[in-house]
Every structure is written in structure tokens, then in C-alpha cells.
């Protein structure tokens, strides 16, 4: 592995107002998501806003999980941030979507962490199959 | 504005170790990085991990902002996602490149919640100018 996380940026569009538009729903789902992508949680706190839409950030062994909701538009913006080789941030993804009912999803994959091939003296040794080390409790 | 939020994604090498691997010098940085960008804090949560890195999440009325470390790499991944039309996530990331002492920076932009041209009935109106609606605490 060349890179030290996997990024996984999720748009979530036609999701139920009442589901996204309620923090303690939204918690449930993310709890699921942080469970399916088989990641560790640390912290979790959920915002409502007024009138209305809900911001929830999980905290993870494995980086982070957050979800920002329009429900008047039926929007939800959710990144998965997961290092090592034993979680599936996919996975949280789809479990996002099934609570939120989304009817169209779209997810895109970054790689992060990976070492610049411009960089000539980093000064640091290069990244690999080492992210597990950096993020045990 | 034909999207809701501006999520801008930064990759930061040749990091000051011990800087990276201090929970509170870390957390400064952040709070930094918050008022830099004109935002509104709501929580953070910082994290220091065993044997190195830290990880820190910010809660924001405009979204969210976080710092994952590997201090052992001189290397940070940090994301900063906002909504509305006052705030300045690129001036965030110039302020943590400062307090991190990063020789080597790559920062890019997403745009999240673009209205998708395939979904024909979104059963929701198109989104327009009404982010900061969403945020008003």
C-alpha cells in the first residue's frame, strides 16, 4: 500500500426530509456505518440546526466519519476516513444510504497520504503498510 | 452558487514531528485554522493516539473541519468543509500549513452538493443560494 488512508466522499441525494432532518435518526445511522465499515468509535456528537438540518462527526480509531444534511433539498454530504487494512468504508456508505433512503448515490475514492514524488528530501522515511501503527489506541 | 458546500482537501508533507504528535499544540492549530477561515466552532475533539499521531475533529456551524497526523511520516491529512458565502476554508489551510511547519502542501477543492443532471425528479427543489440557510445555529 502507497498510501496511509482511503477516503471515501459520498453525495447522497432523494433522502427522506423526516430521516435527515432528525439528529437522533441520523446518530442511529452513523453508529450502523462506523459498525459495517468494521471501525472502532472514539467520540460522537450530532448538531441540529434550526430550521433545519443535522451535523454528526464521529471519531474513529481508524480517522473520521461525518455527515452534513440539507433536507430541504433531500441532500446529505458524507465522508468515510478509515487507514488500515481492515476496514471497509464502502460499506458505511451503503449503510448511510439504506437509513437515509437515498435514490441516487454517488461516491468517489481519494487516496490520502500519498508520499510526493516531488518531494526529493522529505527528510522522513516513505509510507508503507504502516498506517495500522499510527492508529492503534 | 450552484452548490451547497466547498470541501477543500489538504495534503500536508514535511511536518514538524514534534508539533504533529502534540494533542495540544495540534488542537491550537485548529482553533487557528477555525478563525482563519471565519467559522463558528460548536465542538472539538482531539485525540492522541499509541505510540504517535493525533486526531482532531472540529464541529462547525459551517460543516466540519479535521487533522489526522502520522507524525512518523511528517505527514497531515486535513479537510475543511464549509458552507455559506463568509467563509474562507483555503485561509484554514494556510494556517495549518503555518503552525505545522509543512515544506511541502497540495490542497484541492470539491464542490459537494451539485444538484446531479441525471436524477430527473428529485421530488426536491434545485439548490441555489440557500446554503447558509441550512447553518444558522
Known amino acids: 500500500m ?3 488512508g482511503q477516503h471515501v466522499i459520498i453525495e447522497l441525494w432523494g433522502c427522506q426530509e423526516g430521516v435527515i432532518n432528525d439528529a437522533a435518526l441520523v446518530k442511529t445511522a452513523m453508529l450502523d456505518a462506523v459498525r459495517a465499515a468494521n471501525a472502532t468509535l472514539l467520540d460522537i456528537n450530532v448538531h441540529m440546526f434550526s430550521p433545519h438540518g443535522v451535523t454528526g462527526v464521529a ?3 481508524e480517522s473520521h466519519l ?6 430541504e433539498y433531500g441532500y446529505v454530504a458524507a465522508d ?3 487507514c ?3 476496514t471497509n468504508p464502502r460499506a458505511a456508505a451503503k449503510e448511510l ?3 437515509f433512503g437515498s435514490t441516487h448515490c454517488e ?5 490520502r497520504g500519498r508520499f510526493p514524488k516531488s518531494l526529493s528530501s ?3 522515511k516513505r509510507p508503507a503498510l504502516a498506517a495500522q501503527e499510527a492508529v492503534t489506541v
Do not use: N
Not at 461525518?66 to 433536507?71: A, I, R, Y
Not at 461516491?107 to 487516496?111: N, T
Open 2 to 4: 502507497e498510501h496511509l
Open 59 to 61: 471519531v474513529l480509531s
Open 66 to 71: 461525518s455527515v452534513h444534511s440539507w433536507p
Open 80 to 82: 468515510v476516513f478509515t
Open 84 to 86: 488500515g487494512e481492515t
Open 97 to 99: 444510504q439504506r437509513h
Open 107 to 111: 461516491v468517489r475514492e481519494l487516496r
Open 122 to 124: 522529505p527528510g522522513k
